[in-house]
């Protein structure tokens, strides 16, 4: 079954560095991958998503990821960190159209001042 | 762009009752829908896979007695805590595919649901 892991529980930025939250993937075949961002007591949203072509993926906010099937990985990127920014983000997969998403456990995203 | 409503956002019942929640695509047909449950600081688990007009598949572990899930439409499914006890508390979250896009899921705003 496929599964995803996001290695870093908790990463803290000082505002304007730039970011990088961890995504690896395990499926045999070329996955269909997504970033989420959740803020407290909130649903989700979509940042970006990969389904093919273009291995380098621009999303919403200035966010965009990276797809290396070499690596099985999907980080997630921005160049500077706004304060906004800080919340919960998922990484997730699916491997059919259609199917439901499934979840990393989430990086919580701090931004220090 | 395509919307999901999720009704209520918070609810606070007795131990013993049920409880529904409805999700709802406002802007496009959804023939299928999904249901996590989210618990404090961890990821969404998936629940169960709502079919329009059938029965729904539950994922292993989920007592589909207790979390019954009905979609009867193609904009509307819902999910109801039977029986509910405090260990049912927890954050539900929905989210809708859209028929007209491969990929296009669309997350509801969650409820949060605490049982007393």
């Known amino acids: 079954a496929q599964s995803v892991t996001q290695p870093d529980i908790h990463i803290t930025v000082s505002e304007g560095a730039s970011l990088e939250l961890r995504c690896n993937y395990s499926y045999g075949a070329t996955p269909y991958l997504f970033w989420y961002v959740q803020s407290p007591g909130q649903g989700l949203q979509l940042l970006l998503k990969y389904f093919s072509g273009d291995t380098l993926v621009q999303g919403i906010k200035g966010f965009e990821a990276e797809f290396k099937r070499s690596q099985s990985s999907f980080n997630l990127r921005k160049p500077s960190v706004h304060w906004s920014d800080a919340a919960e983000y998922f990484c997730?997969?699916?491997?059919?159209?259609?199917?439901?998403?499934?979840f990393g456990k989430g990086t919580t995203l701090s931004v220090s001042s | 762009g395509a919307v999901v409503s999720q009704h209520p956002s918070r609810v606070i019942c007795k131990s013993g009752t049920s409880v529904k929640i409805e999700c709802r695509s406002l802007d496009f047909q959804a023939t299928t829908m999904f249901w996590y449950r989210q618990f404090p600081k961890q990821s969404l688990m998936l629940m169960a896979t709502?079919?329009?007009?059938?029965?729904?598949?539950?994922e292993q572990g989920v007592e589909k007695d207790k979390f019954l899930i009905n979609h009867a439409s193609l904009t509307l499914s819902t999910l109801t805590v039977t029986s509910a006890h405090p260990e049912d508390s927890s954050f539900y979250i929905c989210?809708?595919?859209?028929?007209?896009?491969?990929?296009?899921?669309?997350f509801g705003s969650g409820t949060r649901l605490t049982v007393v």
């Open positions: 989210s809708a595919r859209d028929d007209r896009f491969n990929y296009g899921y669309t």
């Open positions: 997730a997969v699916a491997n059919q159209a259609g199917t439901a998403l499934i």
């Open positions: 709502s079919n329009e007009g059938s029965k729904a598949t539950y």
